[in-house]
């Protein structure tokens, strides 16, 4: 029963005679549901003996307004506490004291003293003097803790507004920080509006140019922004204590119902400009941390239900690399991830959804991997989520890795070896020749059995996680100081080269191949078989000087600064140019909306080296040409990708009926903007029959069937 049909039955059913201010109340749906003349609450807990619902005027009192014990002999349903309070409206703040036994050895961590949102909440609102450690140590920590909102999510009016449902073949999409995209000075925003929801839609035309037709908000689920070390601040928001509410911290309101109505104003600001919204959801962990955690909700109403625990029950399994692990298989957890999903969709009108370390939830209560995890596959058979896009990060931080292997009809892939064999290709790594091949088509070594589409894999070189764009070509080695972890934190193994000198440079010949580089990775991003994304900021080379896990730097380091636009002007032009072919369909390998093995069949593909028809596969070879015909835009396209460091002279085929060469440069990455891409229309002719490609180089030449 769904969300809507809960609330029905819920309005039936509330007892409209009831005397007094405690009423029974139902056990459906979990949650805070707005009801003629009240609220009905209901919280689910199987272990605990007693239960009050407190209610606050202000985020910071000590002490609530008033207060009700929820009865366990009335108001107690199997393991659901329920009540319904009369008079009670939206914007009300409330949460929960939950008594029952703290036993950490039998896995049950029941803190009376401990204020709780509830996990149903669909907003929260924090405390300027919010602690972790008033949550953590002994005591009341009432005037320190985050409170949840009631909300009556009918209240607002959509205008007609609907999800696009935009098909994967037609999309690009731009993972981007709600608060990063316009908390710099720089950004024109104004200084309230800036790092807020509001703020991000005053700069949807800026987007629109660019050309992307989908963002990847990371986390707007409420988060603690808090869980961080050395008194630094998490401020990508993998660390969530609400699943339901959007994060405070993001709306330029102070109001309780600010956040959820900016939201959806931000929703709906996108949609009328053809733009999709996909959320990073982590429903891997929680902010609670380990078993030194502090005690915010789940803990303290239900402990061994919400969290995979070692056989040492006291302490708790930790695949997610925070301290915990959510129990997704739990019964309890799996409908609270589904209903999250369905609240998002049907009430925040979100197009799809970017699961955070997704391998998890292929765990079960042991940690052990499942053949045919019941939550992968509630999601993936849910009809309301089925016209929504489902993308899966196919691996955790346990060493779990499933690229290719992730179940279910209807999940895409983050691709991380498309990423890591790109990098490793236009780095002039050894041996990356055929593995190139196989990336550029939509990697059908590794998803081909399937018989997917081309758009199974999510194409990406850069994110969040990790260097920068510019910072992929600028430093050999990551420079972390700043988080305060002498530099153990961060990956490793990033592939990157700094084209002869770590960090900025003012040789202009470096700064030209660093120009070049960036290009030569966009370029094959956006234009390989597949789904392409790209990361905010890297199309105006953003920078976080060497910093690859920039999760704690809510400062310049992490923002978008505005005067790189006009700074790398040419890179910008490149990447809105290369977007609106791509949607035209005017590119070389993209195909209508079909299998991978059917676009495969169908490419008409011709590898070729510097001599026709014979393409280098050795292990030294750093050189690859692509010819192929695409019947739905009436091209044939030949593709130069040299990531040698000289320049090499390819031959091109005679496609014409009559043998004459007739093909015409669209992109070439050694020339200066504006010839390094043009319009087709007026793409210059290439004499000859051969094409020198510069080092280190992307060529794309074609030709227009007569």
């Not at 003629?36 to 407190?54: D, H, I, K, Q």
């Not at 739990?330 to 799809?352: A, C, Q, T």
């Amino acid at each position: 029963m769904d969300f809507f049909a809960n609330r029905a039955v819920a309005e039936r059913e509330a007892s409209a005679d009831a005397k007094g201010f405690e009423k029974i109340g139902r056990s459906c749906p979990l949650g805070a549901t707005v009801l003629p003349g009240g609220v009905n609450f209901c919280v689910y807990s199987r272990n605990a003996t007693a239960v009050e619902l407190l209610f606050f005027n202000r985020e910071d009192d000590a002490h609530p307004e008033r207060m009700t014990t929820i009865d366990p002999e009335t108001n107690r349903t199997f393991h659901y506490w329920h009540v319904f309070v009369p008079d009670v409206r939206p914007g009300q703040l409330y949460g929960y004291r939950v008594d029952g036994p703290f036993e950490p050895a039998s896995g049950m961590r029941f803190d009376a003293s401990k204020v709780l949102l509830d996990p149903y909440g669909r907003g929260v609102v924090v405390p300027k003097n919010y602690s972790r450690v008033a949550a953590r140590d002994e005591g009341d920590d009432a005037s320190k803790a985050m409170k949840s909102v009631v909300v009556d999510s009918r209240a607002y009016d959509w205008e007609g507004d609907l999800p696009l449902r935009r098909p994967a073949s037609r999309t690009i999409i731009y993972e981007m920080h709600v608060a990063g995209f316009t908390r710099h000075p720089s950004s024109g925003v104004s200084e309230k509006k800036r790092g807020t929801y509001a703020g991000l839609i005053e700069k949807i035309p800026y987007l629109q140019q660019l050309g992307i037709t989908a963002v990847e908000l990371l986390p707007v689920f409420q988060f603690d922004s808090l869980d961080a070390p050395n008194g630094l601040v998490n401020y990508w928001g993998y660390a969530p204590v609400s699943y339901f509410a959007p994060h405070q911290g993001y709306s330029s309101r102070r109001d309780p119902l600010g956040p959820l109505n900016e939201f959806r104003d931000l929703v709906k600001a996108l949609h009328r400009a053809s733009i999709e919204v996909i959320l990073d959801v982590v429903f891997n962990h929680t902010a609670e941390g380990n078993h030194l955690g502090p005690t915010l909700s789940f803990r303290g109403l239900e402990n061994s239900s919400y969290y995979i625990l070692e056989s040492d029950r006291s302490r708790y399994a930790n695949y997610s690399g925070t301290g915990n692990t959510l129990n997704t298989n739990n019964p309890i957890v799996r409908r609270m991830i589904v209903d999250s999903l369905h609240y998002w969709v049907e009430e925040m009108h979100v197009d799809g959804f970017r699961f955070d370390l997704a391998s998890i939830l292929d765990r079960d209560e042991s940690g052990s991997l499942m053949p045919n995890a019941p939550v992968l596959w509630d999601i993936d058979t849910d009809p309301v989520l089925a016209d929504t896009k489902l993308i899966a990060e196919a691996w955790d931080a346990a060493g779990l890795y499933q690229v290719g292997s992730f179940i279910g009809d209807s999940w895409r892939e983050w691709n991380g070896r498309f990423r890591d064999d790109i990098r490793s290709f236009f780095r002039g790594d050894n041996g990356m020749v055929g593995i190139l091949a196989d990336r550029l088509l939509g990697s059908p070594q590794i998803y081909g059995y399937k018989k997917r589409e081309a758009e199974e894999s999510v194409n990406f070189v850069t994110c969040h996680d990790g260097f920068t764009l510019n910072d992929l070509v600028s430093y050999n080695q990551k420079h972390n100081e700043a988080n305060g972890e002498n530099s153990q934190d961060g990956a490793n193994d990033n592939r990157s080269w700094n084209c002869g000198a770590e960090g900025p440079s003012s040789d202009p010949a470096i700064e030209k191949l660093r120009n070049r580089q960036v290009k030569n990775f966009l370029t094959v991003t956006l234009l390989s078989l597949g789904l392409p994304m790209i990361s905010m900021g890297d199309e105006v080379r953003r920078t976080q000087h060497g910093n690859n896990n920039a999760y704690c730097q809510d400062n310049e380091t992490s923002w978008f600064d505005w005067t790189l636009a006009d700074k790398h002007a040419d890179i910008h032009r490149f990447v809105s140019m290369v977007n609106a072919r791509r949607l035209l369909r005017g590119l070389p390998l993209e195909q209508p909306s079909t299998t991978l093995n059917e676009v495969l069949r169908e490419a008409n593909r011709a590898w070729h080296g510097v001599k026709l028809g014979q393409p280098d596969w050795s292990y030294s070879s750093h050189s690859l040409a692509f010819g192929a015909r695409s019947p739905t835009i009436g091209l044939w396209i030949y593709v130069i990708l040299n990531a040698y460091w000289e320049p090499l002279e390819f031959e091109l085929p005679a496609v014409g009926g009559d043998g004459v060469n007739v093909w015409r440069r669209w992109i070439d990455t050694t020339l200066d903007s504006p010839n390094d891409i043009v319009e087709l229309e007026t793409a210059p002719t290439v004499p000859g029959r051969t094409y020198r490609a510069g080092p280190r180089s992307v060529v794309i030449l074609f030709v227009r069937e007569s």
